[in-house]
């Protein structure tokens, strides 16, 4: 078994920061990609940004240039730093992570519960 587990989250004021962590255990042979989706009710679940095992990253376009994401490929915990928060970035935020469990498995995606991210004067 695999689990993500999200920290950070909260309410904070427009312009602020906020960084989020994302920590996956348990069976986690290979772990290709960390990332972040967030969604708010009523809407999909959108893409925010991803980093591979290779370090390389990719970011929504409209969040680019404020978002930073980065990893700890030791301890397999990803980061998301947001800086400059508007209210439309008010939004349960998900840690997702595509990884494989043994190098028997093929690579499959994995979520975590998500943590709320409230931007609100």
């Known amino acids: 078994q695999v689990q993500l587990v999200e920290s950070g989250g909260g309410l904070v004021q427009p312009g602020g920061s906020l960084r989020l962590s994302c920590a996956a255990s348990?069976?986690?042979?290979?772990?290709?990609?960390m990332g972040w989706y967030r969604q708010t009710p009523g809407k999909q679940r959108e893409f925010v940004a991803r980093?591979?095992?290779?370090?390389?990253?990719e970011y929504a376009a409209s969040l680019k240039g404020r978002f930073t994401i980065s990893r700890d490929n030791a301890e397999n915990t990803v980061h998301l730093e947001m800086n400059s928060l508007k209210p439309d970035d008010t939004a349960v935020y998900y840690c997702?992570?595509?990884?494989?469990?043994?190098?028997?498995?093929?690579?499959?995606?994995?979520w975590g519960k998500g943590t709320l991210v409230t931007v609100s004067s």
């Open positions: 997702n992570a595509l990884l494989r469990e043994s190098y028997y498995l093929s690579p499959a995606d994995y």
């Open positions: 348990g069976r986690v042979f290979s772990l290709l990609s």
């Open positions: 980093t591979t095992s290779g370090g390389s990253t």
